[in-house]
């Protein structure tokens, strides 16, 4: 398996609603990333996992939560969104240490109404 | 932490002509460089990538420069046809914290 896939492919939500985006990759990649991506701009960089352990954190507001269950899942939790965090969320693997290319899934497209 | 700046942000070329799009990055520590090729509604593909040891790289009618001393790298595409039609992203890596650059859209016309 050579793809990282994201589930779910869209989702709507409200302010107050809890949900979760999920991504999964089965290449033995060792560092996992969650990016957040507004229409006409570059990914910025949420959280990387390396090793299943989180290495950074941009700053990111606590009402995104990102957790690593294991080497081959990365989860990111939503609670209590704004309708500005709609975007699209690009998760991404790659090979570890030192940097090495990173794959990208196809991403879940959130609206928060 | 990294800057990147990238340019053109767009670039229309005729079917045929090469194309060249250029980034600067900050951080002297950065020592991979990546780009990505998004078209609409798609995800961010990689279509060519430099390590701060090597100077030029190849792969058919894509190529990439680095200058480290300058801190800036290019992308030159040749013989460009209209499925290069996209938005190309620069990037500058270290440690796994990749940051891109704003992206360059390019138009390829028949």
């Known amino acids: 398996d050579t793809e990282v896939t994201q589930t779910p492919k869209h989702l709507v939500m409200g302010m107050t609603n809890k949900k979760s985006l999920k991504c999964e990759q089965h290449?033995?990649?060792?560092?996992m990333y969650w990016y957040k991506q507004k229409a006409k701009k570059p990914p910025e960089l949420m959280f990387v996992?390396?090793?299943?352990?989180?290495?950074i954190n941009e700053s990111v507001p606590s009402r995104f939560s990102p957790e690593c269950p294991n080497s081959s899942l990365l989860n990111l939790h939503l609670h209590a969104l704004q309708p500005e965090d709609s975007a699209l969320y690009l998760c991404?693997?790659?090979?570890?240490?030192?940097?090495?290319?990173?794959?990208f899934g196809p991403g879940t497209r959130l609206t928060v109404t | 932490g990294e800057n990147v700046e990238q340019h053109p942000s767009t670039l229309s070329v005729q079917e045929g002509d090469s194309a060249v799009i250029k980034c600067t990055y900050s951080?002297?520590?950065?020592?991979?460089f990546p780009w990505y090729k998004q078209e609409l509604g798609k995800r961010p593909q990689l279509i060519i990538d430099?390590?701060?040891?090597?100077g030029e790289k190849k792969d058919q009618r894509i190529a990439v420069t680095l200058n480290k001393t300058a801190k800036h790298f290019s992308l030159h595409i040749t013989e460009t046809q209209p499925e290069d039609s996209a938005v190309y992203f620069c990037?500058?890596?270290?440690?796994?914290?990749?940051?891109f650059g704003a992206g360059t859209r390019l138009t390829v016309k028949p």
């Open positions: 991404a693997s790659s090979l570890g240490q030192p940097s090495y290319e990173q794959y």
């Open positions: 290449m033995g990649h060792r560092a």
């Open positions: 996992y390396s090793y299943e352990k989180l290495s």
């Open positions: 951080d002297s520590a950065s020592n991979y």
């Open positions: 430099i390590r701060s040891n090597v």
């Open positions: 990037a500058a890596t270290h440690n796994n914290d990749m940051r």
